[in-house]
Nanobody
């Protein structure tokens, strides 16, 4: 069974950095776009970042542009999210997900285009 497991979340202060990791087991990632989404309490899940199959291109949301970077290691079936200059608005539960479609060419930021999902890792940023 394909499973995703995120790690690396925690309590950080405004301006700090954090690196989230995501490990896929029971399958492979190299054929798929991989993405990070987040969800704050009382809000809908929102797109954060997506990366192409070989890691050559990535796209991040405007809210994190210039601060967050997505990367991947296909050999180890892992995806990462480097978060810099973290702000209180970045607080929430962060989820990684694998694209549904093999070798999809164009980026997608729609949650419905990703499956499976991990359980998430919490990032707490006091105001």
């Amino acid at each position: 069974q394909v499973r995703l497991a995120e790690s690396g979340g925690g309590l950080v202060q405004k301006g700090d950095s954090l690196k989230l990791s995501c490990l896929l087991t029971g399958g492979i990632i190299y054929k798929y776009q991989m993405a990070w989404f987040r969800q704050a309490p009382g809000k809908q899940r929102e797109f954060v970042a997506v990366i192409t199959q070989n890691g050559g291109r990535s796209y991040v949301s405007d809210s994190v542009k210039g601060r967050f970077e997505i990367s991947r290691d296909n050999a180890d079936n892992m995806v990462f999210l480097q978060m810099n200059n973290i702000q209180p608005r970045d607080a929430g539960r962060y989820y990684c997900a694998r694209g549904r479609e093999e070798w999809r060419a164009e980026f997608t930021t729609s949650a419905s285009d990703f499956h499976p999902w991990g359980q998430g890792t919490q990032v707490i940023v006091p105001s």
